[in-house]
């Protein structure tokens, strides 16, 4: 099998172990990126393979802070965000975590950059975000609290094209599961693309049809459905 990595920035083959890069953020662009979001006053993580590097500004930090103690969060509790919480420790995925005070102590590429804050503060400020990014880079949200930003055309959609191409598989003949808004190119790209019930409103308008959750099984019923015919 094979795994289709970050939003489709690289592909994974399960039985050789190989990994291919296909498209990564350089330098320019990420500092570019950086000086727009700075002034926003939100949490912006660059992420590259095992490794995030956090910005998050005095105020935020000060907010997490109250929090950590709030919740007795032990003492080495990451303050770095996650898509569904404020504080999330996803040290498993991510053992490398580097808190930084601006650009230029990013790596020389990243693999993508994710903007974090309370889903209504960044809610206010995705349009300004869009306005000032968004003729140069990919940008969607993928949980209300939880905005991601790509190089021009990678997308899941584009990658899984490609690796299909490579397969010599036709995109009719697969089924997509998303949830977010990086999963819409990949659900109008194959035959049957499907959303799961607890996925973002704006990206149920594309599939073909709504499952249950992760947590009721959701992905399980339409292979068993579908594909074993139970």
Known sequence: GYFIEVNGIATY?????????????????????????????????GMKDDAIYDYIPPTIMKEKEAYKKQ??????????????????????????QYQINDASQLP??????????????????LPKIKALLGQDYWIGLTSPAWLEIMPKNVTKGNALKQLAK?????????????????????????????????????????????????????IAEIIETMILGK
């Open 108 to 125: 020389e590429t990243l693999n993508k950059i994710a903007v974090a804050y309370h889903s209504d503060e960044l809610a206010k400020h």
């Open 166 to 218: 490579e397969l010599h598989i036709e995109m009719d003949e697969i089924i997509a599961f998303g949830d977010g808004e990086n999963d819409i190119e990949m659900i109008q790209a194959v035959g049957y693309g499907v959303v799961m019930e607890n996925g973002l409103k704006q990206v149920k308008q594309f599939a073909d049809h709504i499952c249950a959750d992760h947590e009721h099984e959701g």
């Open 71 to 96: 919740h007795h969060l032990p003492d080495d509790h990451p303050y770095t965000a996650g898509a569904f919480r404020f504080m999330e420790d996803n040290r498993i995925g991510y053992p490398f």
């Open 13 to 45: 083959h399960l039985a050789s172990h190989t990994r291919i890069v296909h498209h990564q953020f350089q330098k320019q662009d990420v500092m570019q990126i950086f000086r727009c979001l700075q002034p926003l006053n939100l949490e912006i993580l």
